[in-house]
């Protein structure tokens, strides 16, 4: 009987702690920008420096002064970005960002 109530504790916190700690992250760090090998390969990339940021688009100046816009939705995946970030983004043909990602300058 003890080894039963044992075991059953054991499996009860092991589950409570998974369970926590998949809550534990924020909804930024749930989408934090990691590209897919797919996006790398099949999608264009675009780096250069955020210029605007609205709630459907973000605009990239890149180094030759040419300004692209982006369109963005829920499903971007995207870190913490604000204007003057270096990014590079993973665009589709239709112009859709699936991943914006900052990188170091």
Excluded at 7 to 29: D, P
Excluded at 64 to 93: C, F, L, P, W
């Amino acid at each position: 009987m003890g080894l039963n109530l044992l075991h059953i504790a054991l499996v009860t916190t092991v589950a409570l702690s998974a369970g926590t700690f998949g809550c534990s992250q924020t909804a930024s760090e749930r989408r934090a920008a990691s590209p897919t090998l797919g996006e790398r390969i099949k999608q264009d990339s675009v780096t250069g420096r955020i210029q605007d940021i609205g709630t459907r688009h973000v605009s990239i100046k890149d180094t030759n002064g040419e300004t692209t816009r982006v369109r963005v939705d829920d499903h971007t995946k995207m870190d913490r970005v604000t204007i003057g970030d270096q990014v590079n983004a993973y665009v589709s043909e239709d112009g859709y960002a699936s991943t914006i990602q900052r990188v170091s300058d």
